[in-house]
């Protein structure tokens, strides 16, 4: 039974979600896929929704064991409205603005910033400046996406730096969506992992979903275990032995999808602290080497993952738009300590 069927007024004490299961989804359980999609909601909480009929797929009630398929709706009806809901205050945060124009905005994302508000975090983000920044201008809201997340297309880690695609228009945000959702979209990130590879290039693929011990992070499943679809392109650009330079180019976009596949392969970003990254993966266990590591980590507080180009189709002209932005200057810092490390040890041999 939906809230607008109940005894009197009580659709005010509902929130409304519209959930779009992706393309690539493999078949999981509705309350587990819920589990996954909906931040502090308790699956217990989820699986009473869905008995209570307040959980439709496709406008039908279901059960919380049926497996959902890709493409399929997912109306949520809970009875405590979340933070997220909150009002999104205007704040005059600097936008690094690479391009725009009456359809759509490319920005420079630095690290420490936010994309959107949530749990914990209200303000300060990028959405708050880009509410600031076109002031009574209404971004429109991408479809399956809530109502904190104005212009958004798609988002970027926190303590990830490079370039986003804002949409300006509703029809903007359908064609540059849709694009993202058929992976026509050319992404390219430069990133430092942990130790080196034996082959020059090479794919990446494993089933991403929600870690079930820790809510925070995300983990790779097998394929009939659940999860989303995802594959990862590398090449390696630079390879120090200690650390690898390697661009990734996503054939799918996924949370944290560099990271843990990277971390999966047992060559975690370098310091990535949710990922393991932060401590020594190779190299020796003397006191020398691993200070050295740390004076490292200093330098680049963050996990080392840049967003290093965007290519798409404009959605209003039809012409091929491409934008690029140079590593970030603790990424080269780094890496100069890295080369200078690994040059001192050759002289060394020699």
């Known amino acids: 039974m939906k809230p607008a069927e109940t005894e009197g007024d009580t659709s005010e004490k509902f929130e409304f979600q519209k959930v779009m299961v992706d393309p690539g989804q493999s078949p999981m359980r509705l309350d ?3 589990f996954d999609k909906l931040f502090q909601v308790s699956r217990n ?5 869905i008995r209570n009929g307040m959980i439709t797929v496709d406008g039908e009630t ?3 064991n049926v497996k959902i398929k890709p493409r399929q709706e997912i109306i949520v009806y809970l009875d405590e409205p979340r933070e997220s809901k909150r009002e999104i205050v205007p704040q005059d945060i600097p936008l690094d603005i690479v391009y725009e124009d009456e359809d759509l905005m490319v920005i420079h994302k630095p690290a420490g ?3 959107h508000p949530g749990v ?3 303000d300060g983000t990028l959405v708050n400046g880009l509410v600031h920044y076109f002031q009574k201008k209404e971004l429109p809201i991408k479809e399956g996406n809530e109502a904190d997340r104005p212009g958004l297309v ?18 903007a945000m359908a064609h540059l969506g849709k694009q993202f959702s058929d992976h026509s979209i050319e992404r390219k990130y430069v990133a430092i992992v942990w130790g080196n ?3 020059p290039a090479g794919t990446i693929q494993g089933n991403l979903g929600r870690h079930p011990g820790n809510r925070t992070k995300q983990t790779v499943f097998a394929d009939d275990e659940g999860g989303k679809h995802a594959v990862t392109h590398y090449k390696v650009l630079e390879d120090l032995y200690y650390v690898s330079v390697v661009e990734c180019q996503l054939e799918t976009g996924r949370t944290h999808q560099i990271r843990v596949h990277f971390q999966h392969k047992g060559h975690p970003l370098f310091n990535d602290v949710k990922y393991g990254g932060d401590k020594v993966i190779k190299g020796t266990v003397f006191d020398k080497y691993r200070r050295f590591v740390e ?4 330098l680049i507080p963050r996990h080392a993952l840049h967003a290093k180009s965007l290519g798409f189709v404009h959605p209003t002209t039809g012409k091929k738009m491409f934008f690029e932005s140079e590593m970030p200057e603790d990424m080269k810092q780094v890496l100069d300590k890295w080369r200078r490390y690994l040059e001192g040890r050759t002289q060394k041999r020699l």
């Open 45 to 49: 909480k989820i699986q009473q929704a």
């Open 295 to 298: 004076n490292a980590f200093k």
């Open 120 to 122: 914990g975090q209200r």
């Open 197 to 199: 590879f034996e082959a």
């Open 113 to 115: 910033l936010t994309v």
């Open 62 to 64: 279901v059960k919380p």
């Open 154 to 171: 798609h988002r970027i880690d926190k303590n990830t730096t490079g370039l986003m695609v804002i949409a300006k228009t509703t029809a």
């Open 32 to 34: 587990k896929f819920l």
